[in-house]
């Protein structure tokens, strides 16, 4: 698995900066993903990549690296993550942070560097992607329906890289969480620069070993050729540096050439084994739960509104995600393709539309097609306004066939514009069940809370 490592021009995204407490670093964009989400997905990610990889177990270069990558994470543009450093033997000029933190660094990428701070320049560049979310941030933007179906699972004991994997997001080739958007890659760059600067680094190397790779052609082109360099990096760079604080860059631990010269030596990496395979799987043919909602309630809140549920059920989800799914353990099952079913309870999330401006029937249709191609036989059966705190809102009602054995389901979405994206809740029961479980549906919906309103 390899991410073609693509660095964009250096984006100014402020001007006339004359102290550090005038700039402006980037911010993480939408994310459905909470940042203790990031860290399970990350972890689980890097498992793999261990697994598929040969991570480098050689005392001297492994402290060498963790020593620059712990020195860069204290930066306060770093974020507050669990970084870890490792190196894998492969000669790629090559390097790819995961979520949450996981970062690696290819052998191959050393060798290429002519000094330690274009080596950290690199380590930057993927630390920004982390402290920025971009992975995450993709993943969220796909407009996956069935991510709080995903994010349940992963809280119930499955694996949330397994479940991703399942929606066509995993770490092959040209994977969401691996390859990132142009804009993406400048605010890295950018970000990048302020976490050299923190540390001692002189920012420019970080232009000069990519504008080297560039020149270099062959083996360092790999970075290159997915997203071309639109170039003056090395300029834009210079102009960044200028407009910080002065201060005497040439921080250098002093190991640079002893861990260079490991590298050089090292043998030839091993074919490399083993696929990951969620082994986490249900058989099908469940009977529907004898869990009936409760007429008492609680109440979940996240950053961006708030829901009352029945207390015998379970909230699967992050307060600090917009994503959760309410229902019972017992209606939350994995197919025998690793995915997360839900047959019995609430989903509530935040669909993202293609543009800035929200549309509530055209993005309600869109929503509705996705939950649709994911269920066998869906049927729209009838839609009507209605209004929640207040707000225009659209309900839909659809049937598809139950994850229950000889069952129909019956899913009603309810949807409202609302500043982060479109809100939607999903309410979903087998047909047996609708008559009993409508009420407390209507109970709920009538306890949305959006903060700010």
Same mark, same amino acid.
């Given at each position: 698995?390899?991410?073609? $490592?693509?660095?964009?021009?250096?984006?100014?995204?402020?001007?006339a900066?004359?102290? *550090?407490?005038?700039?402006?670093?980037?911010?993480?964009?939408?994310?459905?993903?909470?940042?203790?989400?990031?860290?399970?997905?990350?972890?689980?990610?890097a498992?793999?990549?261990?697994?598929?990889?040969?991570?480098?177990?050689?005392? +001297? $270069?492994?402290?060498?690296?963790?020593?620059?990558?712990?020195?860069?994470?204290?930066?306060?543009?770093? !974020?507050?993550?669990?970084?870890?450093?490792?190196?894998?033997?492969d000669?790629?000029?090559?390097?790819?942070?995961?979520?949450?933190?996981?970062?690696?660094?290819?052998?191959?990428?050393?060798?290429?560097?002519?000094?330690?701070? #274009?080596?950290?320049?690199?380590?930057?560049?993927?630390?920004?992607?982390?402290?920025? @979310?971009?992975?995450?941030?993709?993943?969220?933007?796909?407009?996956?329906?069935?991510?709080?179906?995903?994010?349940?699972?992963?809280?119930?004991? !499955?694996?949330?890289?397994?479940s991703?994997?399942?929606?066509?997001? &995993?770490? !092959?080739?040209?994977?969401?969480?691996?390859?990132?958007?142009?804009?993406?890659?400048?605010?890295?760059?950018?970000?990048?620069?302020?976490?050299?600067?923190?540390?001692?680094?002189?920012?420019? +190397?970080?232009?000069?070993?990519?504008?080297?790779? +560039?020149?270099?052609? !062959?083996?360092?082109?790999?970075?290159?050729?997915?997203?071309?360099?639109?170039?003056?990096?090395?300029?834009?760079?210079?102009?960044?540096? #200028?407009?910080?604080p002065r201060?005497?860059?040439?921080?250098?631990? &002093?190991?640079?050439?002893r861990?260079?010269?490991?590298?050089?030596?090292m043998?030839?990496?091993?074919q490399?084994?083993?696929t990951?395979?969620?082994?986490?799987?249900?058989?099908?043919?469940?009977?529907?739960?004898?869990?009936?909602?409760?007429?008492?309630?609680?109440?979940?809140?996240?950053?961006?509104?708030?829901?009352?549920?029945?207390?015998? *059920?379970?909230?699967?989800g992050?307060?600090?995600?917009?994503?959760?799914t309410?229902? %019972? @353990?017992?209606?939350?099952?994995?197919?025998?393709?690793?995915?997360?079913?839900?047959?019995?309870?609430?989903?509530?999330?935040?669909?993202? %539309?293609?543009?800035?401006?929200?549309?509530?029937?055209?993005?309600?249709?869109?929503?509705?097609?996705q939950?649709?191609?994911?269920?066998?036989?869906?049927?729209?059966?009838?839609?009507?306004?209605?209004?929640?705190?207040?707000?225009?809102?659209?309900?839909?009602?659809?049937?598809?066939?139950?994850?229950?054995?000889?069952?129909?389901?019956?899913?009603?979405?309810?949807?409202?514009?609302?500043? +982060?994206?479109?809100?939607?809740?999903?309410?979903?029961?087998?047909?047996?069940? *609708?008559?009993?479980?409508? %009420?407390?549906?209507?109970?709920?919906? @009538?306890?949305?809370?959006?903060?700010?309103?």
């Open positions: 698995m390899q991410r073609k $490592l693509y660095v964009g021009v250096f984006a100014l995204l402020t001007a900066l004359t102290a *550090w407490g005038d700039i402006k670093p980037p911010k993480p964009g939408f994310n459905l993903f909470s940042r203790d989400q990031d860290i399970q997905l990350g972890r689980e990610a498992a793999q990549v261990q697994r598929q990889m040969q991570v480098v177990h050689n005392p +001297e $270069l492994e402290n060498y690296i963790k020593t620059i990558g712990q020195r860069l994470a204290r930066s306060q543009y770093a !974020g507050n993550y669990p970084y870890t450093f490792q190196v894998v033997n000669p790629n000029i090559n390097a790819f942070s995961l979520p949450g933190g996981p970062t690696f660094v290819n052998t191959g990428l050393i060798a290429a560097a002519d000094n330690e701070a #274009q080596l950290a320049g690199v380590l930057a560049h993927e630390i920004s992607h982390v402290a920025l @979310r971009h992975a995450t941030n993709q993943a969220s933007k796909q407009n996956l329906i069935a991510l709080p179906a995903m994010i349940a699972g992963s809280m119930a004991g !499955g694996s949330m890289l397994g991703l994997a399942q929606l066509g997001i &995993g770490l !092959g080739a040209n994977s969401v969480l691996l390859k990132f958007s142009r804009s993406a890659e400048s605010q890295a760059d950018y970000n990048g620069a302020l976490i050299m600067g923190d540390a001692g680094y002189n920012p420019i +190397e970080m232009a000069r070993f990519f504008e080297k790779l +560039e020149a270099k052609g !062959g083996n360092g082109s790999q970075f290159f050729s997915d997203h071309p360099n639109p170039g003056n990096r090395v300029r834009a760079v210079t102009e960044e540096v #200028q407009q910080m201060q005497n860059y040439g921080f250098q631990t &002093g190991e640079f050439e861990a260079k010269d490991i590298v050089l030596h043998p030839a990496a091993k490399l084994r083993g990951y395979q969620d082994q986490h799987t249900q058989g099908g043919g469940p009977q529907v739960p004898d869990i009936r909602p409760s007429r008492r309630f609680r109440q979940y809140s996240t950053e961006a509104y708030s829901i009352s549920y029945p207390e015998n *059920w379970q909230p699967f992050d307060q600090n995600s917009p994503a959760v309410i229902a %019972p @353990r017992a209606a939350l099952f994995q197919d025998q393709q690793g995915g997360v079913q839900i047959g019995y309870g609430v989903m509530a999330s935040y669909y993202l %539309p293609q543009d800035d401006r929200i549309d509530l029937r055209r993005d309600t249709e869109a929503l509705v097609q939950l649709a191609q994911g269920n066998s036989g869906a049927r729209v059966q009838n839609q009507q306004q209605t209004n929640v705190q207040g707000q225009q809102a659209l309900v839909t009602t659809m049937t598809s066939r139950s994850v229950y054995q000889g069952e129909t389901e019956v899913d009603t979405i309810v949807t409202v514009p609302r500043p +982060e994206g479109l809100f939607y809740l999903v309410f979903i029961a087998p047909n047996s069940e *609708w008559r009993d479980v409508e %009420p407390m549906f209507q109970e709920m919906l @009538r306890t949305v809370r959006f903060r700010g309103q």
